[in-house]
């Protein structure tokens, strides 16, 4: 079965700071990855989404990045943290099947910036 | 552009059913999909319709009409363990979904 995890689950940055998150898939190749945030009373947003190694795609202008250095691996990064990133971090996958394949979510990261 | 459109907030007893409704403008429409999720979790998926009718999954009950651009959840039998955000989202391509800020969802015993 398919398994996607996340760390952190909890991070609290200063204003200015570097930011890197993880998520990683097990039992899939080739997946569809997500990055999605989720502010306070606000629907999900997408940021990013890849389609394989080396493959992204910006949804979203901002002073976010996203890589894929492995088929199973997605970080997303900042070089300088601002307040308005706070938010919940959510990385999800999907088999790419040609149409709108089912997204999975891992389980999050809760960002505050201060 | 992109527009979905469902309640903020329903409250219903426990033991009834609840129907949430979610409205939406796309375009290159590719199907819609609920997720629900509880607080501080992630979503998780619920359905998928990308033709136009009813989907029976259990207790949880998907509808779709194209042409009205109109999706509801149908949730039956309401248990404690329901209350939630039911999320909206449209499938817009082969890799875009587009959530709606969700409906939360209190059970009242």
């Known amino acids: 079965s398919q398994t996607i995890h996340q760390w952190p689950a909890t991070l609290v940055q200063p204003v200015g700071s570097p930011l890197s998150l993880e998520c990683t898939v097990e039992g899939t190749s080739n997946p569809n990855l997500y990055w999605y945030r989720q502010a306070a009373g606000r629907g999900l947003q997408l940021l990013f989404y890849?389609?394989?190694?080396?493959?992204i795609s910006s949804e979203v202008p901002q002073n976010l990045s996203a890589s894929r250095p492995q088929d199973r691996q997605f970080i997303l990064s900042s070089k300088k943290l601002l307040l308005s990133d706070s938010g919940f971090y959510l990385c999800?996958?999907?088999?790419?099947?040609?149409?709108?394949?089912?997204?999975?979510f891992g389980p999050g990261t809760r960002l505050l910036v201060l | 552009g992109q527009n979905i459109d469902q309640p903020t907030e329903m409250t219903a007893t426990e033991g009834a059913i609840v129907q949430i409704n979610c409205t939406y403008q796309?375009?290159?429409?590719?199907?819609l999909f609920w997720y629900q999720q509880h607080a501080g979790e992630a979503p998780t998926f619920l359905s998928y319709?990308?033709?136009?009718g009813l989907e029976e999954k259990g207790r949880f009950s998907s509808f779709l009409s194209r042409s009205k651009g109109y999706s509801y959840l149908l949730l039956k039998e309401l248990q404690m363990k329901d209350p939630a955000s039911y999320l909206c989202?449209?499938?817009?391509?082969?890799?875009?979904?587009?959530f709606g800020t969700g409906t939360r969802l209190t059970v009242i015993p």
């Open positions: 989202a449209c499938a817009s391509g082969a890799n875009n979904l587009f």
């Open positions: 890849s389609v394989g190694i080396g493959q």
């Open positions: 999800a996958w999907s088999v790419g099947t040609g149409g709108p394949g089912t997204q999975y």
């Open positions: 319709n990308v033709l136009d």
């Open positions: 796309t375009s290159g429409f590719n199907g």
